[in-house]
C-alpha cells in the first residue's frame, strides 16, 4: 500500500497507518481506471476525508467478512449528501461506527452462548460475559424442546436446532468420552455368500428369556456360517418360567431378519418338502465351544444326516478366540437383523416419547427384584418370613436350578443378590440425581407388596410400560412376557442412562448394544462394595455425605466408557461377547494408527536391511 506517511506493524503482523493517506487504492484493490480518472473520486479520498481511523474501520470490517461493495456503497452514500463536507463525513463516520457495533454485539452474542458447565455446578446464578448462566437442564430443555415443537416443520427451525445444540449438559446425564471408536461390522466382499451349495438345515430351538433367546440366536447364525448349512427360522422357547407362547414371528421382523442376513447364510421358513418328514438329529452343542468343533465333528453329523435340531442355543460358542468375520457377523445380526415386528417397535417409541415430555432425560432402571431371581440367587434380605419360605418353595420346585440351600445374608455381602428397591434409591440418590428425575422401570412385577413404597418416597416419577402406555396399547402385549420385554428393551436402549441392578441376560444384551451405539452412560453398580456401605450407613458408622462420597468416588469407572474385553481363565468367568462388542465389532483409530505406524516401521526397516 503507498502512503504519503509511515508505516508501523501491529504485534500480529498487520499495518497499521501512523498518517493519512494521498493516493491509495480503494478497499481490496478492486478500483477500476476510470475511477481513478474520476475527480469526484480523488476528492472523496483526499487527506481529510479519509484520516487513519477510517482506513481501520475498512480493515476490521474486511477481516470480519463484511463484503467490499457494501463498504463500498456506504462510502459513496456519505457522498450523497450535498450540505457540505463535513456534514457527509460525520454521516459517513456514524454509519461506519453503526455497523462496527453490530458485528461486535453479533460476536459478542455467540461467545456469550458458550455457558461454563463447571461454573454452574458451583452456582444457581451467575453472569458470564453479560449472559445468565443457565440454572436448570430440565426446565431450560424443556423450553427449548417446545421452540422446537412450536416451529416444527419451518424453514427457520434452523436456528433454534443451533441453540438446542448448546444448552449445556449437566454431568450425570453425560456420556462417557468415546471419540476415537466406531462401529467396524462391515462385510467384507470375500465374506459374501455365494451360491447356494449347502451341507445340510439346522434347526434351532432357542432357549431361556428374550435376551437369552436373542443372543443364541445370533450364535447360530454365526454357527451357520461356519458350518455352512442353511438356517430354518428359529423356534422360541414356551416352557420357561413366563411360558409365553410367542413365535419367532410374533416378536422379530421375520422378512428382515431373512433380508438382512442373506449375503450371509441361507434362511428358510422351513424344511423344504423333501426334508420336511425327515426325523432330526437332537443335539446339544457344548457350551462355549470354538468353530473347529463345529468344523468338525458338527459338520460330520450334518452332512450325514443333512437335518440336525440343536435344543439349547444359549452360550455355545465361545466369546473369543474367532477370526473377525465371525465376530462380526454376530452383531449384523444382533444390531441389524434382529429388529422386532413394526407393532412393537412403535409402542417402544411412543413409550420413549412420553417419557422425553417436555425434552427431560430419563433413567431406565433395571429393577431385578422379581420372584425368579430372588428365588433362584436365595436372596431374601429385608423380606419377611413367610415371603422367603415362598422363595425357597419356589427354589426347590425347579429342577434345573441346582443350588438349592443358600445362604441369604452371605450371598447379599458377596454382591450376589438384585438391589432392593430402597437400595436402588440410595444408589441414584448419592449418584447425584435429584428426586424429580424421570425413571422407567425395566423389569417384571417388582416382588413385595410394599417394596416400591421406599423407592417412591424418594423417586416419584416412576413409570413402567403398564403406567405409560394405554390399556387398549397394551392389550395385544399383555398376555406374553416377551413382547413386554420386547418394549421394555426399547425403552432401555433409548434412555439417556442405563442403570442395572443385576447381572442377567437383558443387562448384558442392552449394555453391550450401548456401547455398539456409541457408549451411551451406563452404570454398572459394584454391588459387593456399595451394601457394606448401605450397612454402615444404616448403623451410622458413616454420614450421608461420607457414604455419598464414596459411592461416587467407587462408581467413576464404572459409567460404560470403553475398555476391553479380555479373554478369562475359563468362558465361564470372562466377559460376555454381547456385552462388550469391543473388540470385534468396535474399533479404535487411535490403536489403528499406532498399529499402522508399527507397520510402517517395521516396512522401512525390511527395506533398509535389503539394501
Known amino acids: 500500500m503507498t502512503t504519503s506517511g509511515t508505516t508501523t506493524t501491529s504485534a500480529g503482523g498487520s499495518p497499521i497507518l501512523s498518517a493519512p493517506t494521498t493516493h491509495r487504492r480503494r478497499v481490496a484493490d478492486l478500483m477500476s481506471d476510470a475511477e481513478k480518472a474520476d475527480p469526484s473520486t480523488s476528492d472523496r479520498h483526499a487527506a481529510g476525508d479519509v484520516s487513519g481511523h477510517h482506513s481501520l474501520i475498512r480493515y476490521f470490517l474486511l477481516r470480519k467478512g463484511i463484503p467490499d461493495n457494501w463498504i463500498l456503497g456506504i462510502e459513496d452514500f456519505g457522498n450523497y449528501f450535498k450540505l457540505g463536507k463535513?456534514?457527509?463525513?460525520?454521516?459517513?463516520?456514524?454509519?461506519?461506527?453503526?455497523?462496527v457495533l453490530s458485528v461486535f454485539a453479533k460476536f459478542t452474542l455467540m461467545a456469550g452462548n458458550h455457558v461454563d458447565l463447571m461454573n454452574m455446578k458451583s452456582s444457581n446464578k451467575r453472569e458470564n460475559n453479560g449472559v445468565l448462566i443457565l440454572q436448570s437442564y430440565k426446565d431450560d430443555k424443556s423450553k427449548a424442546q417446545r421452540v422446537l415443537s412450536d416451529i416444527e416443520g419451518s424453514s427457520s427451525?434452523?436456528?433454534?436446532?443451533?441453540?438446542?445444540?448448546?444448552?449445556?449438559?449437566?454431568?450425570?446425564?453425560?456420556?462417557p468420552n468415546s471419540d476415537n471408536y466406531y462401529q467396524c461390522i462391515?462385510?467384507?466382499?470375500?465374506?459374501?455368500?455365494?451360491?447356494s451349495a449347502t451341507n445340510g438345515y439346522l434347526i434351532v430351538h432357542a432357549n431361556g428369556g428374550l435376551n437369552q433367546m436373542r443372543t443364541g440366536i445370533c450364535d447360530m447364525v454365526a454357527i451357520a456360517k461356519i458350518m455352512n448349512?442353511?438356517?430354518?427360522?428359529?423356534?422360541?422357547?414356551?416352557?420357561?418360567?413366563?411360558?409365553?407362547?410367542?413365535?419367532?414371528?410374533?416378536?422379530?421382523?421375520?422378512?428382515?431378519?431373512?433380508?438382512?442376513?442373506?449375503?450371509?447364510?441361507?434362511?428358510?421358513?422351513?424344511?423344504?418338502?423333501?426334508?420336511?418328514?425327515?426325523?432330526?438329529?437332537l443335539k446339544a452343542p457344548i457350551s462355549w465351544s470354538k468353530a473347529s468343533y463345529y468344523r468338525g465333528e458338527m459338520?460330520?453329523?450334518?452332512?450325514?444326516?443333512?437335518?440336525?435340531?440343536?435344543?439349547?442355543?444359549?452360550?455355545?460358542?465361545?466369546?473369543?478366540?474367532?477370526?473377525?468375520?465371525?465376530?462380526?457377523?454376530r452383531c449384523r445380526a444382533n444390531y441389524e437383523a434382529l429388529r422386532y415386528t413394526k407393532e412393537i417397535e412403535e409402542l417402544g417409541k411412543k413409550l420413549v416419547n412420553r417419557l422425553r415430555n417436555g425434552g427431560v432425560p430419563y433413567i431406565a432402571l433395571h429393577l431385578r427384584y422379581e420372584k425368579d431371581m430372588l428365588a433362584f440367587t436365595g436372596c431374601s434380605h429385608n423380606l419377611t418370613e413367610s415371603e422367603a419360605d415362598e422363595l425357597r418353595v419356589m427354589r426347590y420346585e425347579v429342577e434345573h436350578w441346582k443350588e438349592k440351600v443358600i445362604d441369604s445374608e452371605e450371598r447379599r455381602r458377596e454382591g450376589g443378590c438384585p438391589m432392593s428397591p430402597r437400595e436402588a434409591a440410595l444408589f441414584l440418590k448419592a449418584m447425584g440425581y435429584p428426586s424429580n428425575t424421570v425413571i422407567y422401570i425395566v423389569a417384571g412385577e417388582i416382588y413385595s407388596s410394599n417394596s416400591m413404597d421406599a423407592f417412591k418416597l424418594e423417586y416419584p416419577n416412576v413409570y413402567s410400560h403398564s403406567t405409560l402406555a394405554t390399556v387398549e396399547e397394551l392389550e395385544p402385549f399383555k398376555h406374553y412376557q416377551n413382547r413386554l420385554a420386547a418394549l421394555d428393551y426399547i425403552v432401555a436402549l433409548e434412555s439417556d442412562v442405563f442403570v442395572y441392578t443385576y447381572d442377567g441376560n437383558m443387562a448384558k444384551a442392552v449394555q453391550g448394544h450401548r456401547r455398539f451405539e456409541g457408549f451411551r452412560k451406563t452404570i454398572n453398580p459394584d454391588r459387593q462394595n456399595f451394601v457394606r456401605l448401605v450397612d454402615e450407613l444404616d448403623?451410622?458408622?458413616?454420614?450421608?455425605?461420607?457414604?455419598?462420597?464414596?459411592?461416587?468416588?467407587?462408581?467413576?469407572?464404572?459409567?460404560?466408557?470403553?475398555?476391553?474385553?479380555?479373554?478369562?481363565?475359563?468362558?465361564?468367568?470372562?466377559?460376555?461377547?454381547?456385552a462388550n462388542p469391543f473388540p470385534g465389532c468396535v474399533c479404535n483409530r487411535s490403536q489403528e494408527h499406532i498399529s499402522n505406524l508399527k507397520l510402517d516401521r517395521r516396512a522401512i526397516i525390511k527395506t533398509a536391511s535389503q539394501r
Open 229 to 281: 448349512a442353511t438356517l430354518v427360522l428359529p423356534l422360541l422357547d414356551h416352557e420357561s418360567f413366563w411360558t409365553d407362547p410367542s413365535d419367532f414371528k410374533d416378536i422379530f421382523d421375520w422378512k428382515h431378519f431373512i433380508e438382512v442376513m442373506s449375503d450371509d447364510i441361507e434362511i428358510v421358513e422351513s424344511l423344504p418338502p423333501q426334508y420336511a418328514e425327515v426325523k432330526p438329529l
Open 186 to 195: 462391515v462385510r467384507s466382499k470375500n465374506h459374501t455368500r455365494r451360491g
Open 299 to 329: 459338520v460330520s453329523l450334518l452332512k450325514q444326516h443333512k437335518v440336525v435340531k440343536f435344543t439349547h442355543t444359549d452360550s455355545r460358542l465361545a466369546n473369543n478366540g474367532h477370526a473377525s468375520s465371525i465376530q462380526k457377523l
Open 86 to 99: 463535513n456534514l457527509g463525513r460525520k454521516v459517513f463516520g456514524l454509519l461506519m461506527l453503526m455497523l
Open 539 to 578: 448403623n451410622g458408622a458413616i454420614s450421608w455425605e461420607m457414604f455419598a462420597s464414596e459411592v461416587k468416588r467407587s462408581h467413576a469407572n464404572r459409567l460404560g466408557a470403553p475398555y476391553s474385553r479380555e479373554a478369562g481363565e475359563s468362558p465361564r468367568l470372562e466377559e460376555n461377547f454381547y
Open 157 to 175: 427451525a434452523a436456528l433454534p436446532k443451533r441453540l438446542l445444540e448448546r444448552v449445556p449438559v449437566p454431568e450425570i446425564w453425560m456420556k
